[in-house]
């Protein structure tokens, strides 16, 4: 007789609480009038306080500072990114961000509310059409790909205020080779999503990096990445009963 596989919250709570200290750390202290909101895991996961209420409510506690957000994330939920955009966007003080390995999807957008946005040069950015699903009808299929469209209409919007790029070419890039596009520390700054490059040379470096294969990479290897990674998390919440 086959096992059915269920979700256990309990456990699920525990394993939460256990990695939740370990990873989130946006109490930490940069100077006396700036507070770091680290960024690093899936947008919009609450065991990792990285869902738009446990930012908002860290952005609340300290508004009378200035934030540097410190971001590493592939992406998560969309709307968990947009409501956490608009939350810094909203913020009294100056909000400034680093790139510390991948600002990607959500995190993308998250990006776009810094003030003023920097990289690592060995750093990447990157875009992409929003994904989605839908169990249903014909109707329900189609209600989904109009709110995806809606989805990107709001990116684009977005990317176009920080770099002054126009619809035609923000649409080419959100649709890429695969899905989306990726740009190295150079290209992204090239293009404007980012204001500067840390650990690039005064003169020339960031030319010669663009210069490079035109700065973009394929995104298929990390759209499988991607996609392993979603799969991994729902196994690691789930507990199968014996």
Not at 86 to 107: F, K, Q, R
Request: hydrophobic content about 50%.
């Amino acid at each position: 007789m086959l096992n059915h596989a269920m979700l256990d919250f309990k456990a699920i709570n525990r394993y939460r609480a256990e990695l939740s200290d370990s990873n989130f750390t946006a109490a930490a202290m940069v100077d006396g009038d700036v507070v770091e909101l680290r960024l690093h895991g899936d947008v919009g996961a609450e065991w990792q306080k990285m869902d738009s209420g446990s930012v908002a409510a860290f952005l609340a506690q300290h508004k009378d500072k200035d934030v540097h957000v410190a971001m590493n994330s592939h992406g998560g939920l969309v709307f968990d990114g947009i409501a956490i955009h608009n939350a810094l966007a909203s913020h009294p003080g100056v909000v400034t961000g680093t790139v510390d390995a991948l600002a990607a999807s959500a995190m993308a957008i998250i990006a776009m509310a810094c003030d003023h946005l920097a990289i690592h040069r060995s750093a990447f950015f990157m875009i992409h059409r929003a994904w989605g699903g839908v169990v249903g009808n014909s109707a329900a299929m189609r209600a989904i790909a109009d709110e995806l469209d809606m989805i990107d209409d709001a990116q684009i919007a977005m990317y176009a205020d920080k770099t002054g790029m126009d619809e035609d070419e923000l649409t080419q890039l959100l649709v890429g080779k695969v899905d989306g596009t990726m740009f190295s520390a150079a290209k992204a700054y090239e293009l404007g999503f980012v204001d500067e490059i840390i650990g690039a040379d005064e003169e020339g470096d960031s030319e010669e990096m663009a210069e490079d294969d035109d700065a973009t990479v394929d995104l298929e290897a990390e759209k499988r990445r991607m996609q392993r990674a979603a799969v991994v998390q729902a196994l690691a919440k789930i507990a199968v009963d014996k």
